[in-house]
């Protein structure tokens, strides 16, 4: 049972591999879109008068703090579980003597890598300015 569990494993993991480069680019995309949006929005905070629905903007700011925070950790995951798919059939040709099949997954492997950092610390910088920009208007507002 448990070798059936394995070839099965073996089977399917590398499967996996497109749809989380698929991810990986989504989450650039992402991150791409939400410097933009992080421009915009530093505009809108820059205002001295007080809106007038301050809980919309509460809620506006949660949600993509929130949003920053999601693509900040998956997409250093991504990175890793694309890495770590492409070195099995890489360890698998080294063992068989294909270097060239070996040196073709370890820069599949690495790309993945710097893909999911990249994404990740841009996600972290939008996340951190948002919190930063958001408190400071809230607190302006706020203040008689």
Do not use: K
Request: with cysteine; hydrophobic share 50%; net charge positive.
């Amino acid at each position: 049972m448990n070798s059936f569990i394995v070839q099965w494993t073996h089977a399917l993991v590398p499967l996996l591999l497109v749809p989380v480069v698929i991810g990986l680019f989504v989450c650039v995309a992402l991150a791409c879109v939400d410097i933009g949006v992080l421009f915009g929005e530093r505009g809108l905070l820059r205002q001295r008068e007080r809106p007038d629905d301050v809980s919309a903007i509460e809620r506006r700011a949660h949600r993509r703090i929130e949003r920053a925070d999601i693509l900040t950790r998956t997409s250093p995951m991504l990175g890793l579980m694309a890495t770590l798919i492409s070195l099995g059939p890489g360890l698998t040709a080294l063992s068989n003597g294909n270097l060239n099949l070996l040196a073709e997954a370890m820069l599949t492997a690495f790309d993945a890598t710097v893909l999911g950092l990249a994404a990740g610390v841009v996600g972290f910088i939008i996340g951190r300015l948002r919190r930063r920009w958001y408190d400071e208007a809230l607190q302006r507002w706020e203040q008689p």
